[in-house]
């Protein structure tokens, strides 16, 4: 047996009780890491019913006293709060989705309240530690100062964001849930846009544990760049940042989901798996990646850089907001009907080192043994996934017959000057039926925004906008349908779009889609994302590449540029990813900040 098996197996605490409100039963209960199995005692059944709650739904525990406090009653009891997955019956058969199971059990060992009592907080404690990942063993002694510290936060709700009922979601399920995990909290909500980035210039770092918007990726944005923007920047964004889904774009919530080893979810169902792992607590460096656009403005981004498709969609489908996420299905199918491509040139520093594994390899399974994720198919190294498939785009440039049907794009290991590279191109593009599409007028670019300048770190692999990128670089110009600079695994929450990404990976994923992909292909390329199938689909016009550093100069005059979703000024833009800069509540994960 091995030494992680034995230590999740061990048995923590051990007792007999009874139990709330139902007089006459007893039950045994042992506490081991993964969870709380408890066996009926009596009356004796006839069979051997056992049951698991598994510590992964529980969110608290909490001791209690009868309210008749006269001297007869010298039970103590303790109430444990869990949000197991339970089978629910829909229109189309059956879904699984969590519901609220409050186990209350009575301590009378004891001839006494106040030892029943101690009983009862040593079980409580323990139960905390656990759902805390707080390190204990059946050596710990555990008293009352072990008691994880309340945590408080700071909870940021945009009443605009998705359909507009993060409010009502806030108490039906938020406040409830993080109540029963002793957590405290202030509610603010947001009052206009950057409303929260202003907050995060004057807000006292000591107060708070953490800071959690309760909103879509935008209201994140917010908070990132107004902690950048302190004068104590360097502290401040060290500060747990963490997000309970309530917008139409829950992209960080799929990839906190999805790190979790939870199954792709969506609505609130999605939200209910981010507020447990809230409860958990635990945090992971974060990845930001310092984004400047042509105006030489710098921002923070935490998820993605698009232009093209993506970004087209993103900012046009606003106007289906009231659909919520499906908002995006929509402006996806409007989208291909009238599909667009833009010339644009493309430059970026290739990590050719990424032979390293992949940081998310063992979870716990429920029954307590280790067990690797189920999605192995997928825990490939990066190289297999992305330097190959740039040798492919090399391979296709050294044939000329290929180089014929796939004219529109050049690839250029050493650029040199940029200019040098508008001599041999060609201008092809097979899905293009509307042709006046480069001529097509999008909304007016994005003006500079009016806030501050963020602080923050160097960024020593760019040079500046206007001068050429090192001859390290690869460029590639050509004819885009999309790019995409992407450094979670989800582009929304059912956008499982770079499966191989994790928090603090130091990568930016860079992917491109070239002029030529039919739209039957590019349907299927989509379609495929939700399950993150489509990397095996080895598209020839599908290009990923994990990169240091990019930098995008658009050719085409008009488009839309985003960075985490929200409209940028159009225009040149680089990108650098600035390591394990920001901190982010995961709930699941190695690291344990005691400060949280
Ligand atoms: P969604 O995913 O639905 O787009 P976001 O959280 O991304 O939700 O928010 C959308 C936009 O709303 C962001 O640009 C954010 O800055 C902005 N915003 C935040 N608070 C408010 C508010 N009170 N009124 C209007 N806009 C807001
Ligand atoms: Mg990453």
């Known amino acids: 047996m091995s030494k992680e098996y034995q230590q999740v197996s061990e048995t923590l605490l051990h007792g007999e009780f009874g139990v709330y409100p139902t007089k006459g039963i007893r039950y045994a209960l042992s506490l081991t890491r993964t969870g709380l199995h408890i066996q009926r005692l009596v009356p004796k059944p006839e069979d051997d019913q056992r049951t698991v709650l598994p510590i992964l739904d529980m969110v608290g525990c909490h001791t209690l006293r009868s309210r008749s406090r006269g001297s007869s009653d010298i039970f103590a009891y303790f109430s444990i709060y869990s949000y197991p997955l339970k089978k629910k019956k829909v229109a189309m058969g059956s879904t699984r989705t969590r519901q609220r199971l409050v186990r209350t059990f009575r301590v009378d060992k004891a001839a006494d309240y106040e030892q029943n009592q101690a009983i009862a907080e040593k079980w409580a404690i323990s139960i905390k530690c656990l759902i805390q990942q707080i390190p204990i063993s059946s050596e710990t002694e555990i008293l009352p100062d072990l008691q994880p510290r309340s945590r408080r936060l700071m909870l940021l709700l945009n009443p605009c964001g998705g359909r507009g009922n993060a409010l009502q979601q806030c108490h039906t399920h938020i406040l409830p849930i993080i109540t029963e995990a002793d957590i405290s909290y202030n509610l603010i909500q947001t009052e206009r846009q950057n409303h929260a980035r202003e907050l995060m210039q004057g807000i006292n770092l000591e107060e708070w544990d953490g800071i959690v918007v309760i909103s879509g990726d935008g209201l994140l944005f917010e908070v990132i760049n107004g902690l950048m923007e302190r004068p104590d920047w360097e502290e401040a964004i060290k500060i747990p940042i963490g997000i309970l889904p309530c917008g139409s774009g829950n992209a960080l919530a799929g990839a906190v989901n999805y790190n979790a080893g939870f199954d792709q979810a969506m609505g609130s169902e999605l939200l209910l798996n981010c507020i447990l792992l809230l409860c958990r607590g635990t945090v992971m460096p974060m990845d930001l990646v310092s984004v400047t656009t042509c105006s030489g403005t710098r921002s923070f981004s935490f998820l993605s850089v698009a232009w093209g498709f993506i970004s087209d969609v993103d900012i046009e489908s606003e106007k289906y907001r009231h659909m919520g996420s499906a908002r995006f299905t929509v402006g996806t199918m409007v989208r291909v009907a009238s599909l667009r491509t833009y010339r644009g040139r493309l430059s970026y520093l290739p990590v050719l080192d990424a032979h390293r594994p992949i940081c998310r390899s063992i979870t716990l399974s429920p029954n307590g043994s280790l067990a690797p994720l189920q999605r192995s198919q997928l825990h490939r190294t990066i190289s297999d996934m992305g330097l190959c498939e740039e040798r492919n785009v090399m391979c296709k440039r050294s044939s000329a017959a290929f180089d014929a049907e796939l004219p529109s794009f050049e690839t250029s290991p050493s650029p040199g000057s940029p200019t040098a590279l508008h001599t041999s191109r060609f201008t092809f593009d097979i899905v293009s039926d509307d042709q006046s599409q480069q001529d097509h007028v999008l909304p007016n670019d994005k ?72 739209r039957t292909a590019l349907v299927r390329l989509f379609l495929a994302m939700e399950k993150g199938t489509h990397i095996e689909m080895e598209c020839p016009y599908v290009v990923h590449v994990p990169v240091r550093a990019f930098r995008l100069e658009p050719l085409t005059r008009k488009g839309i540029l985003t960075v985490d979703g929200e409209q940028v000024e159009y225009g040149p833009i680089q990108a650098q990813v600035h390591h394990g800069l920001g901190n982010l509540i995961t709930g699941s994960g190695k690291i344990h900040m005691s400060s949280f």
Do not use: R
Not at 449 to 474: E, M, T
Not at 492 to 506: E, H, K, Q, R, V
């Open 447 to 518: 003006e500079p925004p009016a806030h501050n300048q963020v602080n923050g770190p160097k960024d020593d692999l760019l040079p500046p906008l206007d001068q050429p990128v090192p001859k390290s670089w690869i460029t590639v110009e050509g004819d885009f349908v999309l790019v995409l600079g992407i450094y979670q695994t989800h582009l929304g929450a059912d956008l499982f779009t770079a499966p191989f990404s994790c928090f603090d990976d130091g990568l930016i994923h860079l992917f491109f889609v070239k002029a030529g992909i039919s």
